[in-house]
Every structure is written in structure tokens, then in C-alpha cells.
């Protein structure tokens, strides 16, 4: 995020798009709904189904699922049609306007209604709202990101901001809603496979020297590796053995059957988890972990803002914290790696990652502090960009609309999307371990638009089938309004109905981000 969870207080116009945040970032959703009944704050809602804020909304937009490029795109022609650009903005802190400006041309309201079915009239109140009711702040998700075309909606996105001025202000930005609560800090820790912490590159031999030095280590390598996508898909080739922390492929991954092929093909499989999962229970070996509650160190959330986590009880049986595991693997394998705690651990981040080099635990005692935070008197930065961009100049990509990976046709007519419900939360491991939130949502069930069901003499409550070029489900229906017409929404949370046995794993070539936001299914009315 370029700016702090509490900046949509002072934001003129909120535009929500690819998320359902009521349900999947309720505290968040919270913010919105406070700017906009508190504040006076705008709010557009662009998304395929009528979530929740909708009811909260000015505007709401509903394009096709995966046509993200051509809505942003054709925001961006009326804006700039209209001369509502932030022109002084862009002349001083931006390169590549006039590039842009080229490929936005034909994006005019009758032809992105043409592709994404949002009215022409709508996609000009949209853009006008956005350019002059500012600061805006944009908020999005998977919905934006799970796409072969994922990077590109949010360069899209970032483009929109810097158009209209908005990057690096109060109440404006680009802000992504992280998944889980340290996803952040795992992506700051070097959990990719092309940076070390904090960002920096493993192509670079400067920094690989200096992390070689700091780990008394003769060198280090300096090719990039492989995202969890390109691991899960390539099992007993290029890779022999697989080493899982907190993470659960065989429900979260696209195409769950070649995922669990490739797992099987593996000489030996470790998965280091708090529960049994659906992948632990593949494993040669699982090591049981200690939960958040159990185990000292920091979160950093989606604000980038760092927390001190407090250990309040121990782990059960023989469980350990994952330092304590990862470290004594280490040393079986010959590297002497010991820390004297979490703190020890934080003071080599503060040595080695120039953006954390003033987070210290002492400081981290009177309160959170947000990166980069250079220095042990530095205060934080809450917003990004405020005079200039990391690189110097924020860059417009001209990026044209391309089709999602896998389309309906008259074999497989409908749209298949996936997500989350309020209720539970990701592949379920914790969330359907409690019998409180197992009531409240106690199965998976098929989101199917009333007009579709009853074009299939489909009532709520019926089991359906719906099937894909890689596999079939049986599934439960709900029928409403909820989705669009010629769309299907099944939540993955649930192993007993495996939606991602049916997603396509098309990968976004620059992320590795598998298409799980759309494929072409047929539904049938089980027997």
C-alpha cells in the first residue's frame, strides 16, 4: 500500500475494485464506510458481483470478469478526452503521458461497453467522479491480481493514480488489501524468489556479497528461483524434494489435480504447518509449528506498518516455533545457525535491510513504525511517494486489453470465479477447525445468477454439477442476484468440495499468478 489504512478518512473518492472487503477485510471495510457516511467521500464500487458495498456505492460498475485493462483503460480515455488530467503532475514527476495518451485513444466508452458490458454512460460517471472529486484512494485484490493479465491491471491501475495526481497524497494511492496478515512482512523477508530482504535483488553481487559476508558464507547464488506455482508444477523434474511452510497447495493452488500428481512425484516432501492439512497429509515428513499466539517476533501489515507479536501461551505437544525448527535444520545440515531469540533476528534485519534499519524492538515497544524507516530517529513513512518516486519518475505503461486465458464457449458456456466468504478464511485450516464458524457457513455452495437458474430449473438448495475441461464438481446451489448473469462464484475454503480441481493454472507470465479468477465450466442439475 502507498498510504495507511486510516488515509480513506480524507479521501474525496474511493474506488473498490476486485475485492470483497466487507468479507475479506472487514476492519478495512469499516474505513470506507465511515468516509463515506462520516467524511462525504465517494464511493465506486467496480466488481462482477453485488458485494456488499455496493449498498454503500454512488457508482456501481459490473464489467465482465477479466476485463479489468479495457474498464481502466477507457476511465483513463474519458479523463483524459475531457482534459481532467493532472497535467502539472504528470509534466513534473511522470514520463511515458504521451505513450499513453496514444493507447488509450481507442478505449472510447461504446467500445469498452462493447467488451466488458459495463454502459457507456456509466464508465463516463466514473470517470469524471474519480478525476475531480479528489484525493482518490484506489483499494484492490485477488479480484485485480488473479488474472493472466494480473501485472498489467495493476500497472493499469497505478496509471489511473498518476493521472490524476494521486500518488504520494494524503488520502489517494494505490493500494493493494493483502491476503493474510504478514503476507507483507513474508514479502519483505525475501520470501520470493528473486530478492533477498527488503527488496534487494539476488542479481545484484554487491548485495550478494554483503549478505555472504554478514552469513559467513563463501558466496552466494545469484539465480533467481522459482515462484510456488513453478515449484507445484514441475514435482519430480526440476525439483526433487519440497520443503512446505504454512502453506496448502492441494486447496489453494489452480488445477488441484496436477498439483497433487506433481507432489506425489517428489522423492521427499516436508510440510511445516500448525494443523494436519490436505498437503501434510501427502508429506514424508510433517513438523508441527507453533501458531501466532505461541512464538515472539513481528507482523508487518498491509500498510507496511510493523508489529510487535507477544508470545501468550506455549505451544502444545511437540510443536516449536518455526525459527527454532528452521535454525536446527540448519545446523543438521552443517550451517551453525543460532539465534539468542526473536530480538537477535530483528537486529540482523536492522543490518542487513536499509528500509527496516530503524525498526528496533525498543522502538517497536511504543508502538507500530511503517518502512522504510532508515535510521533509529527516523519516524516512519506512512505514504509513499510524496515528492518523488523510488526510481525518479513514475512511469505510464501503454498496455492494451487481452482476453482472459480461458473463455466460455458452447461447450462450456459459463464463467467460473473464486474467493473468500466472510466466515472462513483461506484453505480453512484454522477457521473450520471451530464449530462456532462451521454453523454459520457450513459448506461450500455455488453462487448461480436467478435468471441462469432458471434457465436450468435450478432452485437454492439443489446440488449441481459443474464441470471444466479439468475436472467436476458437485456442489450445492445458492441462487440470487449476487452474481452476474452467465457467472458461477464458489469460495475455496472447503476440502469436501474442491473448487480448484476445476481452475485453470494459465500463469501471469510476469508474477506466476495462476488465472484463478476465471475458466470456462458448464452446470448441470445433479441427479
Known sequence: MTNPLQDVLKSGVIVVTGTNTTANHPIIANYIHEAVTKHGAKLIVIDPRRIKLVDLSHLWLRPRVGTNVAWINGLMHVIIRDNLQAQAYIDSRTTGFEELKKSVVRYAPDYVSGITGIPPQDIEAAARLFATQGPGSILYAMGITQHTTGTNNVKCLAALSMLCGYVGVEGGGVNPLRGQNNVQGACDMGGLPNVFTGYQTVTDEA?????????????????????????????????????????????????????????????????????????????????????????????????????????????????????????????????????????????????LTPSYGGITYERLEQGGLTWP?????????????????????????????????????????????????????????????????????????????????????????????????????????????????????????????????????ALDPVSKIPELKICAIKIEKAA
Not at 522423492?267 to 494436519?276: A, K
Not at 464463467?415 to 454453523?439: D, F, I, P, Q, S
Not at 434457465?455 to 458437485?474: A, E, F, M, T
Open 207 to 351: 548485495v550478494r556479497e554483503k549478505f555472504a559476508k554478514a552469513w559467513n558464507v563463501g558466496k552466494l547464488p545469484g539465480k533467481v528461483g522459482m515462484t510456488v506455482t513453478e515449484m507445484t508444477a514441475t514435482g519430480g523434474k526440476d525439483i526433487k524434494a519440497l520443503y512446505i511452510m504454512g502453506e496448502n497447495p492441494l486447496l489453494s493452488d489452480a488445477d488441484v489435480h496436477h498439483v497433487e500428481k506433481n507432489l506425489a512425484a517428489l522423492d521427499f516432501l516436508v510440510v511445516q504447518d500448525i494443523f494436519l492439512t490436505e498437503t501434510a497429509r501427502l508429506a514424508d515428513v510433517v513438523l508441527p509449528g507453533a501458531c501466532f499466539a505461541e512464538k515472539d517476533g513481528t507482523f508487518t501489515n498491509t500498510e507496511r506498518k510493523v508489529l510487535r507479536v507477544r508470545k501468550a501461551l506455549d505451544a502444545p505437544g511437540e510443536a516449536w516455533d518455526d525459527a527454532r525448527i528452521i535454525t536446527a535444520l540448519a545446523r543438521k545440515m552443517g550451517y551453525e545457525m543460532d539465534y539468542a531469540g526473536a530480538s537477535a533476528v530483528m537486529e540482523e534485519i536492522n543490518a
Open 373 to 505: 524507516c532508515p535510521t533509529a530517529d527516523h519516524p516512519g513513512t506512512p505514504i509513499l511517494h510524496t515528492h518523488k518516486f523510488t526510481r525518479g519518475e513514475g512511469v505510464f505503461f501503454p498496455i492494451e486489453y487481452e482476453p482472459s486465458a480461458e473463455l466460455p464457449d458452447a461447450e462450456y458456456p459459463f464463467v467460473l470465479t473464486t474467493g473468500r466468504v466472510y466466515e472462513h478464511y483461506h484453505t480453512g485450516t484454522m477457521t473450520r477447525k471451530g464449530n462456532a464458524l462451521n454453523r454459520l457457513y457450513p459448506e461450500a455452495l455455488a453462487e448461480i445468477n436467478s435468471e441462469d437458474a432458471k434457465g436450468l430449473g435450478i432452485s437454492s438448495g439443489d446440488y449441481i454439477h459443474i464441470v471444466s475441461r479439468r475436472g467436476k464438481l458437485k456442489i450445492k446451489a445458492s441462487v440470487s442476484g449476487m452474481t452476474d448473469r452467465g457467472v458461477a462464484f464458489v469460495p475455496f475454503h472447503f476440502y469436501e468440495s474442491t473448487v480448484n480441481e476445476l481452475t485453470n493454472s
